[in-house]
């Protein structure tokens, strides 16, 4: 049996000390809405991210929310908030804010940590409660996420992402599974490696919107080229 004896003092492990300064960092921030000792609310969430330089609609946002594991758009928890920066060996503002420039600078050629981010954003922009994600609310998390300087969804010769949400808003208008939602970050990566949609055929696994959003396409540079 383990006996403590009082002429050894308890030490101060690194480990300790990173949980005991990440504990008071989320504490700074927590505020009475969130309404549990847990939990960062909207507005502590914001002044956080603002005082790690992030502004709201930048890709980064979403890249910080996806380390920490936010399980909505403005909220952090403490398990989450812990786990995250003692991943990245970063218990302090600055210590984080070289991560979110970390971020910034690797998110358009990690492939990694795109995706991670990519399938995290889906869990933030649902509704609660909701198992698919609003058209607008996806069409927004798409600008952030496939333009400069994240992915940048566009070939010489096809404005991607100008064209799937110009067909979205036009044809669609029905809200966003997450099966939609992956695929169509594998039809993002294939298009950018081949612009003549090569990869793509009617007999494929591709969701309905995307088989129709090739015809889209098709038709559109049928069009030009009838011009």
């Known amino acids: ?26 504490d700074l921030y927590r505020d009475a809405s969130s309404g549990s000792a847990d939990l960062l609310g909207v507005e502590g969430t914001i002044k956080y991210l603002g005082d790690l330089g992030i502004q709201l609609d930048e890709v980064a946002v979403l890249a ?3 380390e920490l594991a936010a399980p909505t758009m403005g909220e952090l928890t403490r398990q989450g908030f812990l786990d995250g920066w003692k991943n990245d060996q970063a218990d302090s503002i600055p210590k984080q804010q070289a991560k979110v420039n970390h971020f910034r600078a690797t998110i358009s050629t990690d ?21 698919s994600v609003q058209l607008d609310a996806a069409i927004e998390y798409w ?8 992915v940048n969804w566009d070939t010489p010769a096809t404005p991607w992402l100008a064209w799937w949400i110009e067909y979205l808003e ?7 599974s997450k099966d939609t939602w992956d695929m169509t970050m594998k039809f993002v990566a294939e ?31 049928a069009s030009a080229g009838a011009a």
Do not use: C
Request: avoid cysteine; glycine fraction near 4%; hydrophobic fraction near 40%.
């Open 1 to 26: 049996m383990f006996v403590q004896n009082s002429h050894f003092p308890n030490v101060i492990t690194p480990q300790t000390a990173t949980n005991s300064n990440l504990n008071t960092l989320f």
């Open 64 to 66: 910080v929310l996806t």
């Open 111 to 131: 492939q990694r940590l795109f995706t991670r981010v990519y399938k995290h954003t889906f869990i933030l922009a649902r509704n609660p409660g909701q198992k």
């Open 143 to 150: 600008r952030l996420l496939l333009t400069a300087p994240s």
């Open 170 to 176: 036009a044809h669609w208008k029905k809200s966003i």
């Open 191 to 221: 298009s950018l490696k081949d612009e003549t949609m090569g990869f793509w055929n009617e007999d494929g696994a591709w969701p309905s919107v995307i088989d129709d959003f090739v015809r889209f396409v098709k038709e559109k540079r």
